[in-house]
């Protein structure tokens, strides 16, 4: 029966180079594209969890990380993969390194010791016992990334470009309406305040609804106010979004603030989300506060 669930096309990316050259942000990239990652997994232990990924139906890309944490014997584990290519696991091997000088000064400013410092090991001589130790495995890289000029967010952009054979990952977009009376959201990226704009609150028809009604959203919608805000706002999110995924970001929190969080922010809301669906995207959408009794 296992055969049945059994998938021949499963995909793994192998993360691995020197201490400090961004393994640990390369792991995260692929997390952030979908891929099961496991960071400092001996290889001994990579045919289980390939065993175990091809007996589900929800790991079908896996990534590692491997440096000389878990690296004691090189070519037993690049036999390991070897084996596993074999039967069938499509394998890349992306290896970052870094000058000396940047894995001195990353070290230094990150205050950790280098994983070859239990063996007391100076950090400048652990660099280069680990470059000794790591070279088989690079001369085997599908690629080599050299992290030296690179910030976090630029190396983690072209690590999800290797992993999408270069199309670009897009921008994970949540908007939240919320009420200023209850506190704003500490998870949000970009707060707006639309207090500026009539308030349905003090309609004595429309006090009871919400922004969810259609009454409600043709009030706020027909603000000569409204539509100006509408114009430069929609204008402003469609120009940083890109911007956002170009500095590698993965997810952004829009949070559209009014007074109770019933009506403004909730209309406003619907109305930016159906933009940008419009506009191909998937945007996720909470109300966080349109339930809560206003006074």
């Known amino acids: 029966m296992s055969d049945e669930i059994t998938q021949p096309n499963l995909r793994l990316m192998v993360i691995t180079g020197l201490s400090g050259s961004g ?3 390369a792991s995260h990239a692929l997390e952030d594209l979908g891929f099961f990652c496991v960071d400092n997994l001996p290889p001994p232990l990579l045919p289980k969890l390939i065993d175990l990924a091809r007996g589900s ?28 290519r074999k039967e069938d696991v499509d ?4 290896y970052l390194e870094a000058s000396d000088d940047v894995l001195l000064r990353r070290f230094s400013v990150s205050r950790r010791p280098h994983p070859l410092g239990r063996y007391g090991l100076p950090i400048a001589e652990a660099i ?6 790591m070279h088989p495995i690079r001369e085997r890289a599908s690629r080599i990334l050299d992290s030296s000029d690179l910030n976090v967010h630029e190396c983690k952009r072209l690590i999800q470009s290797f992993a999408t054979g270069g199309q670009p990952r897009d921008l994970f977009v949540s908007l939240m309406s919320f009420g200023f009376r209850y506190g704003v959201p500490s998870e949000a990226d970009v707060v707006w305040d639309v207090r500026f704009l ?16 259609k009454p409600v959203q043709e ?10 805000f509408l114009e430069h706002f929609l204008r402003l999110v469609d120009v940083t979004l890109p911007a956002y995924e170009n500095e590698g970001k993965s997810h952004l929190t829009i949070a559209i603030g009014c007074t109770g ?25 909470r109300h966080r506060d349109v339930a809560k009794e206003s006074s």
Request: charged share 30%; aromatic share 6%.
């Open 219 to 228: 009030y706020v919608y027909g603000q000569p106010e409204t539509e100006q």
């Open 23 to 25: 393994i640990s942000t």
């Open 91 to 94: 394998i890349e091997i992306v």
């Open 198 to 213: 009539p308030n349905p609150h003090f309609i004595d028809e429309l006090r009871p609804q919400t922004g969810l009604d």
């Open 261 to 285: 969080g019933k009506h403004r922010s909730v209309a406003l809301t619907e109305r930016i989300t159906a933009h940008l669906r419009f506009g191909g995207r998937d945007p996720k959408i």
């Open 128 to 133: 280069q016992t680990e470059r000794l130790i």
């Open 57 to 84: 139906d929800k790991f079908d890309r896996l990534a590692i990380g491997l440096d000389a944490r878990n690296v004691e014997d090189v070519e037993g584990s690049l036999q390991i993969l070897n084996n596993l």
